[in-house]
């Protein structure tokens, strides 16, 4: 008798052929205090769309490893990296209110 394989693996997703936007205005933002970031890197993968990334080694040339940042144009505020991050790391990660966040840096999150 020949078994079968079972798959335990899922398929590799195919890629969108365009870059999606977000559907609307997140409530929290993600931000990284670099003072206290690692930059071990275990948030990336748990990241839902990508947009972690580690900082320019010319911005901080004092650090073996630099930190991470935040595409904030793609964050759409799942908390999961700070989660991670609070829970197997140092805890560098928070989350802000969106409005806090646009008044802190300046700047506007577009819907």
């Not at 997140?26 to 890197?41: D, F, I, Q, R, Y």
């Not at 991670?84 to 790391?89: D, G, I, K």
């Amino acid at each position: 008798m020949a078994k079968t394989r079972q798959k335990f693996y899922k398929s590799i997703p195919e890629l969108p052929k365009a870059m999606q936007t977000k559907k609307r205005k997140p409530k929290l933002m993600a931000v990284v205090e670099e003072s206290n970031c690692t930059g071990c890197l275990v948030c990336v993968p748990f990241c839902p769309v990508d947009c972690i990334e580690t900082v320019a080694v010319d911005k901080h040339e004092n650090r073996p490893i630099p930190p991470v940042q935040i595409r904030f144009n793609e964050c759409i505020g799942c908390q999961i990296c700070a989660r991670v991050c609070t829970q197997l790391t140092w805890d560098a990660i928070r989350m802000l209110p969106i409005a806090e966040f646009e008044q802190q840096y300046a700047t506007t999150i577009d819907d």
